[in-house]
């Protein structure tokens, strides 16, 4: 589109994706009108803000590692990325890795073949037998696993919310309005969206959108007639003490017995799926105690005798925009309509996806393509197509 009338764009969803998107959009083309629309400016209810807030490369789909490789590059060097009005000095990045782990022969293969395609594309990848393990991390009982595979760099953590800021802080900067505002509905006219609905009644004319709004873009879409399988799915995170077992170096662990943890400082950080998972209220954000009681502490305590004397702290519970198709994100422009473009379904992976994402989307908005980093197999056409892009390595 560069070298036309570049259209006024309104983004629907303020959070890290909504946000990215702006920053790119500004940053190439400070030309144009972005105005983005957030339902809660305090993010308290946000997935950007309730995110556990890790990157990794170790996906099993290439296109969501090099997706991850693109966002710890821009992490590692973000106040070059944003400049002086990201206000950033650092995004307080501590790679302590992911370790993965498996107690079958089958996982134990998945592994081999996830290590071999992750360190084909770049990342530092290594198989660790289950004594080599116990060498590195001599208070983990390995004696049911298989294999395990860890991220020797270019994994671990940061501040989620400096990330966020940071962005809307820049593209606030190159020109990009942020508006306290719901978006309720989309606009149509023909195969055009004309403009977007807010909850004060007041409509806004806009040439083109990019719906981000998580999982509450299904309404918004449903309201089109078009239906996606993108829906709420609620993950409670608990922080917990554990006065025999501090290990601040410690990876991110993931163990197939469903749950992941990792330290916070002295404490640590704990989560995993529920047993029933499925669709919840769009206002459930009621922390599951249940669970950490009757799955998770036993669980901790089979991996590591340390937790013996394993104390929660508090716990809190957000929302994946679950994409029940195939738990990776419909990115691009929605077949049947001429200027809305989607950026929603993350599954849990929307935080560490934002910058590559937010790149990728300004650059189909400015061109009509991708001309950094193909995310084209994550097209929202699939859906239509039938064409399932399966990750396996959903946390």
Known sequence: MLGQALPDVAIV????????????????????????????????????????????????????????????????????????????????L??????????????????????ALQRSLGAATALLTPAEIAARFGWMNTDDLALGSLGLSGEGWFDNMGLLWGLRRAAAANGAQFRNARVVALDAGGSRIRGVSLDTGERVTAGLVVLAAGAESAVLLSGLGE????????????????????????????????????????????????????????DDFEPDWEMFEESLWPKLFARAEGFARLKPLRAWAGHYDYNRWDQNAFLGPLPGWENLFLGVGFSGHGLQQAPAVGRGLAEQVLHGAYLSLDLSPLAAARLRAGVRVLETEVV
């Open 94 to 115: 501590r790679e302590n890795g992911y370790l993965f782990l498996a107690r079958s022969e089958d996982g134990a293969d998945t592994l081999r073949r996830n290590c």
């Open 227 to 282: 239906e996606i399988p993108v829906e709420h799915r609620k993950r409670t995170v608990f922080l917990v003490d554990s006065p025999d077992l501090r290990c601040p170096s410690a990876p991110l662990i993931v163990d197939p017995a469903g749950y992941y943890m990792r330290p916070e400082g002295e404490m640590w950080i704990v989560g995993g799926i529920p047993a029933e998972d499925s669709a919840c209220a769009a």
């Open 13 to 92: 969803g303020g959070g890290v994706i909504g946000a990215a998107t702006a920053f790119w959009l500004t940053r190439l083309a400070p030309e144009v009108s972005v105005t983005v629309y957030e339902r809660d400016p305090s993010y308290a209810r946000s997935a950007t803000a309730l995110s556990v807030a890790s990157i990794r490369a170790q996906f099993s789909t290439p296109v969501n590692i090099e997706i991850s490789r693109f966002g710890l590059a821009f992490l590692r060097d973000i106040r070059e990325w944003l400049g002086p009005a990201g206000e950033i000095e650092s995004i307080g």
